[in-house]
């Protein structure tokens, strides 16, 4: 009886080590970074004077949310697969 007492103590505290572990992992700001996708970079297909631009693989142009996105318009610089896609496609190019 105590022996499985002791058991179930340690695997308790295994436990709460791997959880200690897992939010160490979260929280250490180095890890987040790189558990962070990099921001994709579109293509940018219609720009306005203000500065605003809308990508090319977007359906409906609306502007791009540069927190989550950036933009270019050089062609090499695009990371966005979307993108990529449609500048490759010889019909929509
Ligand atoms: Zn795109």
Redesign the pocket.
């Known amino acids: 009886m105590e022996v499985e007492v002791f058991i179930k103590n340690k695997e308790y505290q295994n436990l709460l080590k791997r959880l200690r572990e897992r939010m160490r992992r979260v929280t250490d700001p180095q890890v987040f970074a790189r558990l962070r996708r990099p921001k994709?970079i579109?293509?940018a297909h219609l720009t306005a004077p203000d500065g605003r631009a809308s990508?090319?693989?977007f359906v409906r142009p609306r502007a791009i949310d540069l927190s989550r996105a950036t933009w270019t318009i050089r062609d090499e610089d695009v990371t966005?697969k979307?993108?990529l896609a449609i500048s490759a496609d010889p019909c929509e190019a």
Do not use: D, L
Request: charged share 35%; aromatic share 0%; glycine share 0%.
């Open positions: 994709p579109h293509r990508a090319k693989c966005c979307k993108c």
